[in-house]
C-alpha cells in the first residue's frame, strides 16, 4: 500500500536551517508531482510547494519563497524540503503529500506529518 | 496568488443537521477546487473533487457546488464523525491556496 514517511524534523534555533525527507513507497514515484503543505499549532492548512515529476518545475508559496528549497531523487523515491532562515512562524507540522485532484481517478496520499518547532 | 476566503470560520450545529460552508476565490477559478476533511491529529481527507464530484468512499450525505468564484460544501444531514475542520483548496495555479477553514462543532 502507498506510504509516505516524513522525517528531519525537530527543534531548531531562528535563523537556522533544516531537511526534512519524505521516503514514498506503492506507487511510481517519478510518475507525480509532490508536495509539502504545513500547518502551524492550532491553525489552518498552508499549501507551501510542489514540484515536478522530473524534478524540472518548482513553485513556491511566496511565504517561503527564497527561504525553502523542494527538490526529489527519483532513484530513492524521496522528496526533501530544505528550510533556511528559519523563523518562529515556521513553526509547525508539516506534510508530504501526493495531491492528484485531476483525470478520472483523483487521489490524495498524505504523510502523517513532522513536526518543526523554531525556537530560541 | 489566488486568495480563498472561506465562511464561516467556525459554526455549531446538532446531529441531524444540513450543515452548508463557503468558499470565495479572489478570481475565475472554474472548477478546480476540492474540499478537505480534517481530524485533530491527522492529515487532511479529501471529500470533493471539481468542485462537485464526490471521492471515492466518501458517503453522500456530503456535496459540492459552484465555479468560478463562488462553491458550497453541503452536509445534507450531520453525523457524530462529522464534527471536524473543513477546507477548500483552489488547484488551477500552479500555487496552490487553502480556505482559512471552518471548524464544525457540537451544538
Known amino acids: 500500500q502507498v506510504q509516505m514517511v516524513e522525517s528531519g524534523g525537530g527543534v531548531v534555533q531562528p535563523g537556522r536551517s533544516l531537511r526534512l525527507s519524505c521516503a514514498a513507497s506503492g506507487f511510481i514515484f517519478s510518475n507525480y508531482g509532490l508536495y509539502w503543505v504545513r500547518q502551524a499549532p492550532g491553525k489552518g492548512l498552508e499549501w507551501l510547494t510542489v514540484i515536478s515529476y522530473d524534478g524540472s518545475n518548482k513553485y513556491y508559496a511566496d511565504s517561503v519563497k527564497g527561504r525553502f528549497t523542494i527538490s526529489r531523487d527519483n532513484s530513492k523515491d524521496t522528496l526533501y524540503l530544505q528550510m533556511n532562515s528559519l523563523r518562529v512562524d515556521d513553526t509547525a507540522v508539516y506534510y508530504c503529500?501526493?495531491?492528484?485532484?485531476?483525470?478520472?481517478?483523483?487521489?490524495?496520499?498524505w504523510g502523517r506529518g513532522t513536526l518543526v518547532t523554531v525556537s530560541s | 496568488d489566488i486568495q480563498m476566503t472561506q465562511s464561516p470560520p467556525s459554526l455549531s450545529a446538532s446531529v441531524g443537521d444540513r450543515v452548508t460552508i463557503t468558499c470565495r476565490a479572489s478570481?475565475?477559478?472554474?472548477?478546480?477546487l476540492s474540499w478537505y476533511q480534517q481530524k485533530p491529529g491527522k492529515a487532511p481527507k479529501r471529500l470533493i473533487y471539481?468542485?462537485?464530484s464526490l471521492q471515492s468512499g466518501v458517503p453522500s450525505r456530503f456535496s459540492g457546488s459552484g465555479s468560478g468564484t463562488e462553491f458550497t460544501l453541503t452536509i445534507s444531514s450531520l453525523q457524530p464523525e462529522d464534527f471536524a475542520t473543513y477546507y477548500c483548496?483552489?488547484?488551477?495555479?500552479?500555487?496552490?491556496?487553502f480556505g482559512q477553514g471552518t471548524k464544525v462543532e457540537v451544538k
Open positions: 478570481q475565475d477559478i472554474r472548477n478546480d
Open positions: 471539481g468542485a462537485s
Open positions: 503529500a501526493n495531491l492528484q485532484p485531476h483525470g478520472d481517478s483523483p487521489f490524495d496520499y
Open positions: 483548496l483552489q488547484h488551477i495555479s500552479y500555487v496552490w491556496t
